[in-house]
């Protein structure tokens, strides 16, 4: 691996006492080509623009996928990454499924480890704050005939980052758009997926609301993800979210709240969730609380489910199954417990 330091980091400019989401850059970036039906050597270098051509196939024909996942200052000083194999092996389950060349493992996990041991002085302190972690991989091709590009660009991103949402939302059960339909790309991280929810998700907001409980293509009766993440719900002491399918990413966070919770005996229950039954436990104060699961915001709690001209109100409480999972997932991110699933991969 080519490594090209930067003269001097930017480390000292950046307020880390008051960090947004994904707005700041560490000083390095991982960069590997693909080009003639091989992956080049990848590359380390000083963040910065990719010079591209207006013709570069992925500005037009959206063949490009992500991964998110954190790397976290532990209490020992030490940093870890989360689950990070997770992440590999998603990334090339939405690369297959958008005609996109495998990303190999080394290239992926040895670039990963020593970016983020790099630029490890980036990782914050703050039970709230984490190194976002940011792996792209878009075609590079110039040309604009609608098939699938012949270069691919695979990179690394990373950015200290504070809390992705502020607080409880506010959510708006969808009835006219899908995010997501049998047989399409819903499961996998493609680009074009949170490019076409924007649309809707502004509606909503200027509604008032914060974000969307997606519902499913067919006929907006089956609760599926919640914005851009994983929707789960206590109904009845049960722990509840939907079955992976097609249609919903298999998110990380939800893979490891399930694993928590059954580990725990806590009734769980993966499978279909209707509008009318959540609703109807809404109504009927058997929902005891509801809540969005992904890597940017961890846990999401949900306040308030809006449904055609009805709102009704969703506990939050502080002492409930989220902040049962929340300080779990904190306390094995943070070192401050032994790591039963050896989830975190340490790079100092
Ligand atoms: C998630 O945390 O679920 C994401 O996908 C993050 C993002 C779109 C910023």
Not at 201 to 225: C, P
């Amino acid at each position: 691996m080519k490594i090209l330091r930067v003269n001097q980091s930017r480390i000292d400019s950046i307020d880390f006492s008051n960090l947004p989401f994904g707005k700041v850059f560490t000083d390095h970036m991982l960069i590997c080509s693909f080009e003639n039906g091989q992956w080049g050597e990848p590359e380390i270098r000083p963040f910065g623009p990719i010079p591209m051509s207006p013709a570069t196939h992925a500005l037009h024909y959206g063949q490009a996928v992500f991964e998110g996942m954190k790397a976290y200052r532990k209490s020992d000083g030490k940093v870890g990454i989360f689950r990070p194999e997770a992440n590999f092996n998603r990334l090339n389950r939405s690369a297959e499924r958008m005609t996109i060349p495998q990303v190999p493992k080394e290239i992926f996990m040895d670039g990963l480890i020593e970016l983020v041991r790099l630029d490890q002085k980036w990782v914050p302190e703050g039970e709230e704050l984490s190194l976002y972690i940011r792996p792209f991989l878009y075609a590079s091709s110039e040309f604009i005939a609608a098939r699938p590009s012949e270069s691919y660009v695979f990179c690394i991103l990373l950015s200290p980052s504070g809390p992705y949402y502020s607080g409880s939302v506010k959510v708006k059960i969808e009835e006219k758009y899908v995010r997501s339909a049998d047989g399409g790309v819903g499961f996998a991280k493609a680009a074009g997926n949170y490019g076409a929810a924007f649309y809707p998700t502004r509606l909503a907001q200027e509604a008032g609301y914060t974000q969307i409980i997606w519902t499913d293509h067919k006929n907006h009766s089956l609760i599926e993800e919640s914005g851009t993440m994983n929707v789960a719900m206590v109904i009845d002491g049960v722990f509840r979210t939907p079955a992976l399918s097609d249609r919903i990413l298999a998110g990380i966070t939800r893979d490891s709240i399930l694993t928590i919770l059954r580990d725990n005996k806590f009734p769980v229950k993966e499978g279909p969730i209707t509008v009318d039954e959540l609703l109807t436990a809404a109504r009927e104060q058997r929902l005891s609380e509801m809540f969005g699961m992904g890597t940017a915001a961890v846990i999401s709690p949900i306040s308030h489910i809006g449904y055609r001209d009805e709102l009704i109100e969703v506990p939050t409480p502080k002492d409930g199954i989220s902040a049962f999972v929340k300080k779990t997932l904190s306390d094995i991110r943070r070192g401050r417990v032994e790591d039963p699933y050896s989830w975190m991969v340490d790079v100092i």
